[in-house]
């Protein structure tokens, strides 16, 4: 189940880089601070992007700069947004005292209390305390997280502590400051008029030089790497440490599957790319999220065009804004200045004509190239196009007055008036173009009503195609059948001859032909609780990132659908067994579950004082350790604080934590005693609990969630870096053939009902659970179970799940599953006929919301990848009930949302397609066995 290595992953993803063997590169930079330190300069500005490597270049300055002559403190301003000044100053003064090493029979810090009062104690009484301990060496604060401290937010520390630096530091020679941002310096004007004259220097990319090293050092030893490996990962990463990183943490786990300690360009392939992508993907999101929206459509665009030409190389290449034009874009000021601005931010290159024929090349690139995959991958073109319609205020506040003018007696050519100066103020408003089409349609302007169609046709061409010929966009997309087995015989024989050295065809085969005869004593399925680890099947590469993310003291958040095995993969990691094979001595880890959910309602302080008291039952041999948590037990209110303090202890007895709490997505819900600030706080005290602080080496958390913690949470801005950046990213997703074979390997069974788990499970590993559950049963008791007796206690013992997925989806969620399911159906329902041959291009509109149920494991692809069908047939067949269950209530309120993203007449007849089958329930019936083989005898 899970191979034995002694070679541990030495690549570091999540966190930064603390140890100074593990650092390459940056030698002017740090060459620039120990010229302008030793120039007694006392400000030094770093501001970089995020990712780029600012912690980290932080906690190496003491390693390469200043000698005897200076004492480095790190501090952290991430979590003290929030803060009074007096707040920030006493854990400023209390971490100086910590770092330093002053004795505090020497030397106390002052109290939060006494600064309220007169904040001029820290630099009039604590400082110089401080400088008299020094001797003659200077005291260097590293302020990481900067702009935390640069909005305009008047109850915290920001309005008052950039004039309170900029006085200590005139008033004591021996104070110095290096201080990193994280945001563009021209986006932050306070920060410039306190430290105009200050030297500055931004943290950029690294040479080849120090990438390469970065790729190689960290492996020395254990993997040679080819000059085109190198090569091949700097054209993805661009020299960029974090992507850099991530790549080669990749390329480690796949050649060590492959038992191949020799990397050349074949490692670095697609399969690694797309898990470095998944693994990145909080850094990557912040990578888009934090630029303005004409910077993003312009983004995409360029991605996009470079796609174009690395499929069409003979073709002339479009620029961004000509590319844009074929999707109904208006260029404007805002796109004209975005790609220059794009390239001054260091997001994209500029390709001079004079390196390459102007007319083989796009004129810009993206400058990582991981990025530019990514973005093809998770934002399309199409989907970013759309925000441009919100960039004006005025012009959306002038089409809301203007649609309440529509549904009064106002003359349709007084509101095409109004709608067009909408358009004169936003020419990329696309719904009131719509509007004017249908508006001039209505009054029989058809050449107007053709120009404006023409136009909404590149935009839109579903919405569009009332006016205008067939939708000929290159993104329709075509229904597919989806593989099936006839019999298991002579399916699996077919696939033989197909693919003759498919082992899970031949294990089939010996299956059916010679059934094992073997007496089991009890059921070996799982159902209801989480699955022992003695039967955990499959999620190998998983499982060998979580104990790289362990091993590392980094931190994995890992997230799937209901079903996929989140808890049984958490429990598995409690496995003392599973952690010997990983080669990882258990006994110096303390392992502690907690599913989130337990705490009602959640509150931070219940959850910190749930964390101690489980550490407390998993040390009861150590006397020491129970003496301390026994003693903050005692305190009225558990804090994170509180938790550093064990960990402090856990590391000085060479030992760590690893966290593991499930169903982390509730410690996001606010309540009445739990708002979204204190979300804001909780999460960034476990950000800095994990990731900054002190006691991070004897820490490693594992969460589970529903969705990616990006999607989750309270609303980032750019003041800081994200809540979630401290984990790396992976998804639970569903088992694959293999996977099954293993999981229902000696089940004896019809090829009906083979071929009908496949349908109805979909690679759910709870619905298998089940399905194996009810077959070993009856197998057990010597019964023959029928196709139509395992199609009805399957419903019955996973109904709850079925619904449970349809009543989460939201209602343009549930409209997205009818057309789908109303898709399979056409030309099936025999009294009406309907045509939704161009629905496809509806899919291409609402593709976030297709993939994000995806994602869920509600919908698939086709293996063309050109179109959906359900996962479980069992979903599909409830989808068709629902429909048959409608009212007329129902009826009004989904023909709104159909009318939202379909043309009126195309809404009308999905509208009349479900009031015939709600209506016509026989009809469904005979129907419902196209879904597939067990779902039919569920009618």
Same mark, same amino acid.
């Given at each position: 189940?899970?191979?034995?290595?002694?070679?541990?992953?030495?690549?570091?993803?999540?966190?930064?880089? !603390?140890?100074?063997?593990?650092?390459?590169? %940056?030698?002017?930079?740090?060459?620039?601070?120990?010229?302008?330190?030793?120039?007694?300069?006392?400000?030094?500005?770093?501001?970089?992007?995020?990712?780029?490597?600012?912690?980290?270049?932080?906690?190496?300055?003491?390693?390469?700069?200043?000698?005897?002559?200076?004492?480095?403190?790190?501090?952290?301003?991430?979590?003290?947004?929030?803060?009074?000044?007096?707040?920030?100053?006493?854990?400023?003064?209390?971490?100086?005292?910590?770092?330093?090493?002053?004795?505090?029979?020497?030397?106390?810090?002052?109290?939060?209390?006494?600064?309220?009062?007169?904040?001029?104690?820290?630099?009039?009484?604590?400082?110089?305390?401080?400088?008299?301990?020094?001797?003659? %060496?200077?005291?260097?604060?590293?302020?990481?997280?900067?702009?935390?401290?640069?909005?305009?937010?008047?109850?915290?520390?920001?309005?008052?502590?950039?004039?309170?630096?900029?006085?200590?530091?005139?008033?004591?020679?021996?104070?110095?400051?290096?201080?990193?941002?994280?945001?563009?310096?021209?986006?932050?004007?306070?920060?410039?008029?306190?430290?105009?004259?200050?030297?500055?220097?931004?943290?950029?990319?690294?040479?080849?030089?120090?990438?390469?090293?970065?790729?190689?050092?960290?492996?020395?030893?254990?993997?040679?790497?080819?000059?085109?490996?190198?090569?091949?990962?700097?054209?993805?990463?661009?020299?960029?440490?974090?992507?850099?990183?991530?790549?080669?943490?990749? $390329?480690?786990?796949?050649?060590?599957?492959?038992?191949?300690?020799?990397?050349?360009?074949?490692?670095?392939?697609?399969?690694?790319?797309?898990?470095?992508?998944?693994?990145?993907?909080?850094?990557?999101?912040?990578?888009?999220?934090?630029?303005?929206?004409?910077?993003?459509?312009?983004?995409?665009?360029?991605?996009?065009?470079?796609? &174009?030409?690395?499929?069409?190389?003979?073709? $002339?290449?479009?620029?961004?804004?000509?590319?844009?034009?074929?999707?109904?874009?208006?260029?404007?000021?805002?796109?004209?200045?975005?790609?220059?601005?794009?390239?001054?931010?260091?997001?994209?290159?500029?390709?001079?004509?004079?390196?390459?024929?102007?007319?083989?090349?796009?004129?810009?690139?993206?400058?990582?190239?991981?990025?530019?995959?990514?973005?093809?991958?998770?934002?399309?073109?199409?989907?970013?196009?759309? +925000?441009?319609?919100?960039?004006?205020?005025?012009?959306?506040?002038?089409?809301?007055?203007?649609?309440?003018?529509?549904?009064?007696?106002?003359?349709?050519?007084?509101?095409?008036?109004?709608?067009?100066?909408?358009? +004169?103020?936003?020419?990329?408003?696309?719904?009131?173009?719509?509007?004017?089409?249908?508006?001039?349609?209505?009054?029989?302007?058809?050449?107007?009503?053709?120009?404006?169609?023409?136009?909404?046709?590149? $935009?839109?061409?579903?919405?569009?195609?009332?006016?205008?010929?067939?939708?000929?966009?290159?993104?329709?997309?075509?229904?597919?059948?989806?593989?099936?087995?006839?019999?298991?015989?002579?399916?699996?024989?077919?696939?033989?001859?197909?693919?003759?050295?498919?082992?899970?065809?031949?294990?089939?085969? &010996?299956?059916?032909?010679?059934?094992?005869?073997?007496?089991?004593?009890?059921?070996?399925?799982?159902?209801?609780?989480?699955?022992?680890?003695?039967?955990?099947?499959?999620?190998?590469?998983?499982?060998?990132?979580?104990?790289?993310?362990?091993?590392?003291?980094?931190?994995?958040?890992?997230?799937?659908?209901?079903?996929?095995?989140?808890?049984?993969?958490?429990?598995?990691?409690?496995?003392?067994?599973?952690?010997?094979?990983?080669?990882?001595?258990?006994?110096?880890?303390?392992?502690? !579950?907690?599913?989130?959910?337990?705490?009602?309602?959640?509150?931070?302080?219940?959850?910190?004082?749930?964390?101690?008291?489980?550490?407390?039952?998993?040390?009861?041999?150590?006397?020491?350790?129970?003496?301390?948590?026994?003693?903050?037990?005692?305190?009225?209110?558990?804090?994170?604080?509180?938790?550093?303090?064990?960990?402090?202890?856990?590391?000085?007895?060479?030992?760590?934590?690893?966290?593991?709490?499930?169903?982390?997505?509730?410690?996001?819900?606010?309540? =009445?005693?739990?708002?979204?600030?204190?979300?804001? @706080?909780?999460?960034?005290?476990?950000?800095?609990?994990?990731?900054?602080?002190?006691?991070?080496?004897?820490?490693?958390?594992?969460?589970?969630?529903?969705?990616?913690?990006?999607?989750?949470?309270? =609303?980032?801005?750019?003041?800081?870096?994200?809540?979630?950046?401290?984990?790396?990213?992976?998804?639970?997703?569903?088992?694959?053939?293999?996977?099954?074979?293993?999981?229902?390997?000696?089940?004896?069974?019809?090829?009906? &009902?083979?071929?009908?788990?496949?349908?109805?499970?979909?690679?759910?590993?709870?619905?298998?659970?089940?399905?194996?559950?009810?077959?070993?049963?009856?197998?057990?008791?010597?019964?023959?179970?029928?196709?139509?007796?395992?199609?009805?206690?399957?419903?019955?013992?996973?109904?709850?799940?079925?619904?449970?997925?349809?009543?989460?989806?939201?209602?343009?969620?549930?409209?997205?599953?009818?057309?789908?399911?109303?898709?399979?159906?056409?030309?099936?329902?025999?009294?009406?006929?309907?045509?939704?041959?161009?629905?496809?291009?509806?899919?291409?509109?609402?593709?976030?919301?297709?993939?994000?149920?995806?994602?869920?494991?509600?919908?698939?692809?086709? @293996?063309?990848?050109?179109?959906?069908?359900?996962?479980?047939?069992?979903? +599909?067949?409830?989808?068709?009930?629902?429909?048959?269950?409608?009212?007329?209530?129902?009826?009004?309120?989904?023909?709104?949302?159909?009318? !939202?993203?379909?043309? %009126?007449?195309?809404?009308?007849?999905?509208?009349?397609?479900?009031?015939?089958?709600?209506?016509?329930?026989?009809?469904?019936?005979?129907?419902?066995?196209?879904?597939?083989?067990?779902?039919?005898?569920?009618?």
């Amino acid at each position: 189940m899970i191979s034995s290595t002694n070679r541990k992953n030495p690549y570091i993803i999540g966190r930064p880089i !603390y140890e100074k063997e593990l650092f390459f590169g %940056r030698d002017n930079l740090f060459n620039f601070i120990d010229a302008n330190l030793n120039n007694n300069e006392d400000v030094i500005l770093l501001h970089g992007q995020r990712r780029i490597g600012k912690s980290s270049v932080l906690y190496q300055i003491p390693n390469f700069v200043g000698g005897d002559k200076f004492v480095f403190v790190y501090f952290d301003l991430q979590d003290k947004a929030r803060l009074t000044l007096a707040e920030v100053l006493e854990n400023l003064a209390t971490e100086i005292i910590r770092k330093v090493e002053l004795k505090q029979d020497n030397i106390k810090p002052p109290l939060k209390t006494d600064l309220e009062a007169n904040s001029e104690i820290f630099s009039e009484k604590f400082l110089p305390q401080v400088f008299e301990n020094l001797g003659d %060496r200077n005291l260097v604060l590293l302020l990481d997280e900067f702009d935390v401290l640069s909005n305009d937010n008047p109850t915290s520390a920001i309005e008052d502590f950039f004039p309170y630096l900029g006085s200590i530091i005139s008033n004591h020679q021996q104070l110095f400051i290096i201080p990193v941002v994280g945001r563009r310096l021209d986006d932050m004007k306070n920060l410039l008029n306190l430290f105009r004259r200050a030297p500055n220097q931004e943290i950029g990319l690294l040479d080849d030089k120090s990438a390469a090293q970065l790729i190689a050092k960290p492996a020395e030893g254990v993997l040679e790497y080819g000059e085109d490996a190198i090569a091949a990962i700097l054209e993805l990463s661009a020299g960029h440490p974090y992507f850099t990183q991530v790549i080669c943490f990749q $390329v480690f786990q796949q050649v060590e599957a492959e038992n191949n300690w020799q990397v050349r360009s074949a490692n670095v392939n697609n399969i690694v790319v797309d898990r470095a992508i998944k693994s990145a993907e909080g850094g990557l999101t912040w990578f888009r999220d934090r630029l303005p929206v004409p910077e993003r459509v312009i983004f995409s665009a360029v991605a996009e065009a470079q796609r &174009i030409a690395a499929m069409k190389p003979t073709q $002339v290449v479009k620029e961004p804004l000509t590319l844009l034009k074929e999707y109904g874009v208006v260029p404007t000021e805002s796109l004209f200045q975005a790609a220059d601005r794009l390239v001054e931010w260091g997001v994209l290159d500029t390709l001079e004509s004079s390196e390459l024929p102007l007319e083989k090349v796009p004129r810009y690139r993206l400058k990582i190239e991981l990025v530019r995959r990514w973005l093809l991958k998770r934002y399309s073109l199409r989907g970013e196009v759309q +925000e441009l319609e919100n960039l004006s205020s005025e012009a959306s506040h002038i089409y809301k007055l203007a649609t309440e003018l529509r549904q009064t007696l106002v003359t349709l050519t007084s509101v095409i008036a109004i709608y067009e100066q909408v358009l +004169e103020i936003n020419p990329n408003h696309f719904k009131v173009l719509f509007d004017l089409a249908e508006a001039y349609l209505v009054l029989e302007d058809f050449g107007k009503a053709i120009e404006f169609y023409q136009r909404g046709y590149q $935009v839109n061409p579903i919405l569009a195609e009332d006016g205008l010929v067939e939708s000929l966009l290159g993104y329709g997309q075509k229904l597919m059948e989806q593989r099936k087995w006839e019999i298991a015989k002579e399916q699996f024989e077919k696939v033989l001859n197909l693919d003759p050295d498919n082992t899970l065809a031949q294990e089939r085969l &010996i299956e059916i032909k010679q059934p094992p005869k073997r007496k089991i004593e009890r059921n070996p399925f799982t159902i209801g609780q989480p699955v022992a680890p003695e039967r955990f099947v499959g999620r190998e590469n998983l499982i060998a990132t979580a104990f790289d993310q362990i091993y590392n003291r980094s931190n994995l958040a890992i997230w799937g659908a209901p079903g996929m095995g989140k808890t049984s993969f958490l429990n598995l990691l409690t496995s003392e067994q599973v952690w010997h094979s990983q080669d990882i001595d258990p006994s110096t880890a303390v392992i502690v !579950y907690l599913n989130c959910l337990e705490i009602t309602p959640f509150m931070a302080a219940s959850f910190w004082r749930r964390i101690i008291y489980l550490i407390r039952e998993k040390t009861e041999d150590d006397s020491v350790l129970q003496n301390i948590i026994l003693e903050l037990l005692k305190k009225p209110k558990s804090t994170k604080d509180h938790l550093r303090y064990i960990l402090k202890k856990l590391g000085q007895q060479n030992k760590f934590l690893v966290l593991l709490l499930d169903d982390y997505d509730a410690t996001l819900n606010s309540h =009445s005693q739990y708002t979204e600030t204190d979300i804001e @706080v909780f999460l960034t005290e476990c950000r800095n609990l994990a990731h900054h602080s002190e006691e991070r080496k004897y820490l490693s958390m594992i969460v589970t969630s529903l969705r990616r913690l990006n999607e989750k949470g309270f =609303s980032l801005t750019t003041d800081g870096s994200p809540w979630y950046n401290h984990f790396g990213f992976q998804r639970l997703t569903p088992l694959n053939d293999k996977e099954i074979g293993m999981l229902l390997s000696g089940m004896s069974m019809t090829g009906e &009902i083979r071929e009908g788990i496949e349908e109805i499970a979909g690679g759910n590993p709870a619905l298998l659970q089940n399905a194996g559950f009810i077959l070993y049963n009856t197998i057990r008791s010597g019964e023959t179970i029928s196709a139509e007796v395992f199609a009805r206690d399957f419903f019955a013992a996973t109904k709850h799940f079925f619904q449970d997925t349809w009543q989460l989806a939201n209602p343009l969620e549930q409209e997205l599953l009818m057309l789908i399911a109303l898709y399979n159906l056409k030309d099936r329902v025999q009294k009406i006929r309907y045509d939704l041959s161009d629905i496809s291009v509806v899919f291409n509109h609402k593709e976030r919301e297709l993939m994000d149920l995806e994602e869920r494991c509600v919908i698939k692809r086709t @293996v063309e990848n050109t179109n959906y069908s359900f996962t479980s047939a069992i979903m +599909e067949w409830w989808v068709i009930r629902e429909i048959e269950n409608y009212n007329a209530e129902t009826f009004k309120h989904r023909e709104k949302l159909f009318l !939202y993203f379909m043309s %009126r007449q195309q809404a009308e007849q999905v509208i009349n397609v479900i009031n015939y089958l709600s209506k016509n329930k026989e009809a469904t019936k005979s129907i419902v066995k196209w879904v597939g083989k067990l779902a039919a005898y569920l009618v």
